[in-house]
């Protein structure tokens, strides 16, 4: 079993910054791409930024320029570094990984940690 743990989330004020982890474990698993979805309330999952495991980058237009992930792949962990944070990035952020095991693949999803910008 494999599973995605994310930790960072929280209130922070309009302008402010955060960096959310989220590390995978679990046994004989090897991790390719990683990636941050958010989902605000009333609103459709949508993808925030994903990496490979060769480390190119995916973000969506809304958040360019002012978010950046990142991975560690000895730790099998992912982050997200946001930056300038505005209320319409209040939402809760799912951490998921393409996980290939020796008998499967799949995508893994974390739990979700919820960020809030406001004043």
């Known amino acids: 079993q494999v599973q995605l743990v994310e930790s960072g989330g929280g209130l922070v004020q309009p302008g402010g910054s955060l960096r959310l982890s989220c590390a995978a474990s679990?046994?004989?698993?090897?991790?390719?791409?990683m990636g941050w979805y958010r989902q605000a309330p009333e609103k459709q999952r949508e993808l925030v930024a994903s990496i490979s495991s060769s480390g190119n980058t995916n973000y969506a237009d809304f958040v360019k320029g002012r978010f950046t992930i990142s991975r560690d792949n000895a730790k099998n962990t992912v982050y997200l570094q946001m930056t300038s944070l505005n209320p319409e990035d209040s939402a809760i952020y799912y951490c998921?990984?393409?996980?290939?095991?020796?008998?499967?693949?799949?995508?893994?999803w974390g739990r979700g940690t919820q960020v809030t910008v406001s004043s």
């Open positions: 679990g046994s004989s698993f090897r991790v390719n791409s």
């Open positions: 998921n990984a393409d996980i290939l095991r020796p008998t499967s693949r799949r995508v893994y």
